[in-house]
């Protein structure tokens, strides 16, 4: 091990989803590049080394400049991957998931839903893995593409993307919401959220690692002045009800974990306030280490959640609360759980970090 990474055990073996099975059809990867200079809504920026840029809050958050103080023009080049299983049937409308940071999950999502796919647990679908524009948080290309509060980069994906997706691919992707999930990690999980939201509400199901519902919008909005802390503060609450479901994930020593809540800027504590806000009523299971016993309350034993994570945190010594909800609805599924295998790499690494078990 190297002085980047800390184990916490006990170790448990990979589960069979992630590894290539005997006899499984693997689908084919089919692969294009998008260019800032053809994109009508977003033509691309970079942020600016300068004194606006480098401020810093007292517990060191980056403060957010007005557009022109802390961005300029600047072009890009973005792959996107497109996953087509074996199975489908070529001209049907197949469901599909949109993967942010796409890269960073080119070894994982493929290998999964052959396996998945080839089980029955999932109807062979597309998955389209997305590269952000580039850089990351205030000011960047890939902060104003997911951390901010609009439905802008969903239009994106629509009108841009998925367009392409289907020339290059050959394939056919449904327009139901109830067939369209959106996954991401830190920015890439709250634009996966963003894309479920707002009009015209195009994605169901969202899938949530360490997602960065904090205020790091950039640049700033009246209309959202604290960036997606604002969804758990007041915009899920005083919504009608919406039918999103949403798998979350958080480190309980991520991010800024001991920032006060008037920083805006603490991610687990935004993560459970998530949770807290999404049904009327929850939930909860805490599961702990095999030497403790597992407590719960209103907890079913039949109950389902989706596959466990297994992946990389931003801090040390972590353990990780996983979330499961139906937004707004009768049930939130919250789980925590310690003393299983979790690596912590300090540096960030977005999307590559995040593995699922």
Not at 239 to 257: S, T, Y
Request: glycine content about 8%; some cysteine.
């Amino acid at each position: 091990m190297s002085g980047e990474d800390v184990v916490i055990g006990p170790d448990y073996p990979v589960a069979l989803e992630c590894i290539q099975q005997p006899g499984v059809p693997i689908g084919k990867v089919h692969a294009f590049t998008m260019q800032s200079a053809d994109s009508a809504i977003y033509p691309g920026i970079r942020r600016l080394d300068n004194e606006n840029t480098r401020r810093r809050d007292a517990h060191g958050n980056r403060i957010a400049a007005a557009e022109h103080e802390q961005s300029e023009p600047w072009p890009y080049t973005r792959t996107v991957w497109v996953y087509v299983p074996q199975q489908y049937v070529p001209g049907t409308a197949a469901p599909f998931i949109v993967v942010q940071d796409g890269y960073g999950y080119m070894n994982r999502v493929p290998r999964i839903l052959d396996n998945l796919i080839a089980q029955g647990n999932v109807p062979p679908m597309i998955a389209v893995l997305v590269d952000n524009g580039g850089g990351d948080a205030q000011g960047s290309q890939r902060g104003l593409e997911y951390d901010a509060v609009s439905g802008r980069y969903s239009d994106f994906i629509e009108t841009e993307v998925l367009p392409r997706v289907a020339k290059e691919a050959g394939v056919v992707l449904t327009s139901d919401p109830e067939g369209r999930a959106a996954m991401g990690a830190s920015s890439g999980a709250a634009c996966a959220f963003s894309m479920a939201w707002f009009p015209p509400e195009r994605y169901r199901r969202v899938l949530s690692y360490s997602g960065t519902f904090v205020n790091q919008q950039s640049p700033p909005s009246t209309d959202t002045p604290r960036g997606a802390w604002e969804y758990h503060d007041h915009l899920i609450a005083d919504a009608p009800k919406k039918p999103i479901r949403i798998w979350m994930e958080v480190g309980e020593l991520d991010l800024h974990h001991d920032d006060p809540e008037e920083t805006w800027h603490n991610w687990p504590l935004a993560n459970r306030r998530m949770a807290a806000v999404l049904p009327p009523r929850a939930t909860i299971t805490a599961s702990h280490s095999p030497k403790a016993p597992a407590t719960s309350t209103r907890a079913s034993p039949t109950q389902r959640y989706l596959p466990h994570s297994r992946g990389c945190g931003r801090g040390t010594n972590r353990r990780r609360t996983r979330f499961s909800a139906l937004s707004r609805s009768s049930s939130v599924r919250l789980r925590g759980r310690a003393g299983h295998r979790w690596i912590s790499r300090r540096r960030r690494d977005p999307g590559r970090c995040h593995e699922w078990r």
